[in-house]
């Protein structure tokens, strides 16, 4: 195999705070321009202090590298796997003068986000494309991968399991509740191509309702579940997706559930989305109501996700010589991509 004629894979991610002084600087970085209250930048700034200052995203990050690493490295690919951050070091800028000052003139990155938005896509083109204004250094981009059957197969595992865990303690009905990042409604009908079937919701819900079939096969259980969200930020008065998964945990309390999984299937990591929100906010939640309460697993480096993402990285790179049909939608050097920011005020 080879990834010719790109010589290193760039990881493009969103970056987090290493240490307590890292953190006020990080969030800065991560509200500019983006009519963020500051009390909302206060309240963020505490999930991250009661960690320790400490976001888990870098090593989780690079534990996924890793794996990506060694996958290239089973199928004969022996390339640099490096990282650069939109809010946070080392910044991607960094990274490609690194690139550049190591002689890589072509490199394919990929982003640490599984669906299509700006802000989960679009933004890290135009993140990419910034970092390697006037340098010598072209850099394509895979597209989301959440829509892929390795994707899917992942999170079903993890449904799999948790919903294991939890029989192990409720015998009647279990509601499964997948939970997602919010966005701006806005950004939400501007995602990918602003097609109905297009949209970050719709997506999502294709992914969820994949998953919950899969575990549902696998449980010999029919599952309910249903999508949430967490981590809304923004002023009040702008629409963001909802329920949020705490407001559906008050309600599902009400509503003859004696269990409930959470399954951070928006984010591939344990992100402090997932610490944060789900493993401390939902779960103070869910104890307050009495309600017995799972969180699945996210892919992590799930063998077969990591497979995934290396298929993907090499289809592109057999693109880029002539030998395979692009698929790829998002495609920023060209000027084919999802759609710019939409204005939020
Ligand atoms: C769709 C989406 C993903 C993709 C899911 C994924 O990739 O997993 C994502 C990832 C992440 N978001 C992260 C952190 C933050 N996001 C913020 C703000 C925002 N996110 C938004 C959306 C998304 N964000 C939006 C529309 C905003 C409003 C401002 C704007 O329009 O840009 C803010 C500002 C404070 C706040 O308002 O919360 C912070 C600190 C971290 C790091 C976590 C860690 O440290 O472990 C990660 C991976
Ligand atoms: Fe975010």
């Given amino acids: 195999m080879t990834l010719a004629p790109y010589s290193a894979v760039l990881f493009a991610s969103y970056g987090g705070p290493n240490e307590p002084d890292d953190v006020l600087p990080f969030m800065r970085n991560a509200t500019a321009g983006r009519n963020i209250p500051d009390e909302r930048l206060l309240e963020v700034s505490e999930h991250y202090m009661l960690f320790g200052g400490r976001s888990p995203i870098n090593e989780l ?34 990274t490609v003068d690194d690139l550049v000052a190591a002689g890589h003139r072509q490199v394919i990155a990929l982003a640490t986000s599984a669906y299509r938005s700006y802000s989960s896509c679009r933004q890290y083109c135009e993140d990419l494309d910034g970092a390697r204004s006037g340098k010598d250094i072209a ?78 096969e696998a449980l010999g259980e029919a599952l309910t579940w249903e999508l949430t969200y967490c981590s809304r930020s923004g002023a009040p008065h702008i629409p963001w997706l909802e329920p949020d998964v705490n407001d559906r945990l008050e309600e599902v309390a009400g509503e003859d559930v004696d269990g409930v999984l959470a399954v951070p299937f928006g984010f591939i990591n344990d992100h402090m989305e997932v610490a944060y929100d789900l493993d401390t906010e939902a779960k103070a939640t869910a104890e307050r109501l009495g309600l017995p309460y799972v969180r699945a697993a996210t892919v992590g480096t799930d063998p077969g996700f990591v497979a995934m993402l290396v298929d993907k990285l090499l289809h592109r790179a057999a693109v880029a010589r002539g030998e395979a049909e692009d698929t790829t939608i998002c495609q920023f050097s060209t000027g084919r991509c999802c759609l710019p920011r939409p204005a939020t005020h």
């Fill in 61 to 94: 990050n690079a534990a996924l590298m890793d794996a990506v690493r060694a996958e290239l490295a089973r199928r004969g690919v022996d390339v640099p796997v490096v990282i650069g951050n939109r809010n946070w070091e080392p910044y991607l800028g960094d």
């Fill in 139 to 216: 850099i394509d981009k895979i597209d989301p991968f959440a829509e892929t059957p390795e994707f899917v197969a992942a999170n079903a595992r993890a449904v799999v399991d948790g919903v294991r865990a939890l029989r192990e303690r409720v015998q009647g009905e279990l509601r499964v509740l997948f939970v997602t990042h919010s966005i701006p409604l806005t950004m939400n009908q501007a995602s990918y191509t602003g097609e109905p079937d297009s949209r970050y919701d719709a997506q999502h819900l294709r992914v969820a309702e994949a998953v919950a079939r899969e575990a549902s």
